[in-house]
């Protein structure tokens, strides 16, 4: 099979690569390299430099021929999407809908989107299932949802099938190490965490220590960036084989706070990593934990390498190698 992934040269991105070239498929990445990286790319991969704003580069592209894309290309910094919305509704609406037409005008049979838990905003029930509200609390789950909002348009109106995956909070690299890129100036946890292991980063300052959980300190469901992108793949094969689209959630399920990444990440690293605790962050609920129930029964999608170790270490095993600890 042919699968042309937009963003691939991203962190998510050059891990889904990685899975669909591993069972065989021929990979294509598009990217315009804005925070995607050219040494993550898998060799063998076909590359298009090039921008979802660009409808000529992407028409160029699709021309050569692709069974499935993968849309990877949106922006994804909440808390950015506050302040400047029209850097989001460029790239990630107007962007999404240029791709969405230029894949059904070149005959494109199934489009995966990479969606986010984002669209759900302030949970009203746990764990969180793909019927709870959609009441985006932030500019970016809104365009994730307002993409999902087309794409069902375009299932019904040009038979484009689609699998909208709502990822709960992606972390971990690949265990053999292959993807070696960080993220520059990263806000989520993870990545902070390991800066401050580092020391490319003074403290880790927790965002609240007051939060009804089980340390006062705020639990999300970390999944594998592997689990993730596994479940990329079987979401082609489903769509594809069974002419349907679907919408679930990809989630580990387990609640970790950030006590638990911290004390586990100064475990693993045998680092000090200085933290201090400061205010709340604006719109951060204190729990977010998805079911997946719906991926594991139609896709058989089970998470394997999302345990608090596992994304741990192998998180660590890349910062330590890239600051050649
Ligand atoms: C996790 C926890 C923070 C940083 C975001 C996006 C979401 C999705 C995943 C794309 C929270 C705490 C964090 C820090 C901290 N992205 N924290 N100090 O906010 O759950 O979700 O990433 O789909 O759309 O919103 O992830 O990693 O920012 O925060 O205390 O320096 O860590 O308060 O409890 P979040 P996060």
């Given at each position: 099979m042919k699968v042309l992934l937009f963003g691939g040269a991203g962190y998510i991105g050059t891990h889904v690569a990685l899975a669909f070239q591993k069972r065989g498929d021929t990979v294509g990445i598009y990217d315009n390299f804005s925070s995607?990286?050219?040494?993550?790319?898998?060799?063998?991969?076909?590359?298009?430099?090039?921008?979802?704003?660009?409808?000529?580069?992407?028409?160029?592209?699709?021309?050569?021929?692709?069974?499935?894309?993968?849309?990877?290309?949106?922006?994804?910094?909440a808390g950015e999407s506050m302040t400047r919305p029209e850097k989001y509704s460029l790239n990630n609406i107007t962007g999404s809908l240029n791709l969405i037409t230029e894949c059904v005008s070149a005959g494109v049979k199934g489009f995966v989107l990479s969606s986010s838990a984002a669209i759900y905003g302030e949970p009203t029930y746990l764990p969180i299932d793909e019927e709870h509200p959609k009441n985006p609390e932030n500019y970016y789950g809104y365009t994730k949802l307002a993409i999902?909002?087309?794409?069902?348009?375009?299932?019904?109106?040009?038979?484009?099938?689609?699998?909208?995956?709502?990822?709960?909070?992606?972390?971990?690299?690949?265990?053999?190490?292959?993807?070696?890129?960080?993220?520059?100036?990263?806000?989520?946890?993870?990545?902070v965490v390991m800066e401050a292991a580092v020391g490319k980063r003074d403290t880790l300052q927790i965002f609240g220590d007051d939060y009804d959980t089980k340390d006062g300190t705020g639990v999300r469901d970390y999944v594998h960036v592997t689990d993730l992108a596994e479940g990329h793949v079987m979401a082609v094969d489903y769509i594809l084989a069974n002419d349907e689209s679907i919408t679930v959630n990809l989630g580990s399920e387990s609640g970790l706070s950030v006590l638990e990444i911290l004390q586990e990440s100064r475990k693993v690293s045998g680092r000090e990593i200085p933290a201090n605790f400061v205010g709340r962050r604006a719109g951060d609920p204190a729990k977010l934990v998805a079911t997946s129930k719906k991926a594991n029964d139609i896709l058989g999608w089970y998470p394997k390498y999302s345990s608090l170790e596992s994304i741990i270490k192998s998180t660590w095993d890349v910062y330590k190698k890239n600051f050649n600890l």
């Open positions: 995607g990286l050219r040494d993550n790319i898998i060799p063998g991969s076909v590359v298009y430099e090039g921008d979802i704003l660009n409808k000529d580069q992407l028409k160029a592209a699709l021309a050569d021929g692709w069974d499935a894309v993968v849309h990877l290309a949106a922006f994804k910094a999902e909002r087309h794409l069902e348009w375009y299932d019904k109106l040009k038979d484009l099938r689609f699998a909208a995956l709502r990822y709960f909070n992606a972390a971990g690299y690949d265990s053999n190490g292959d993807m070696m890129g960080l993220e520059n100036s990263p806000a989520n946890l993870i990545p």
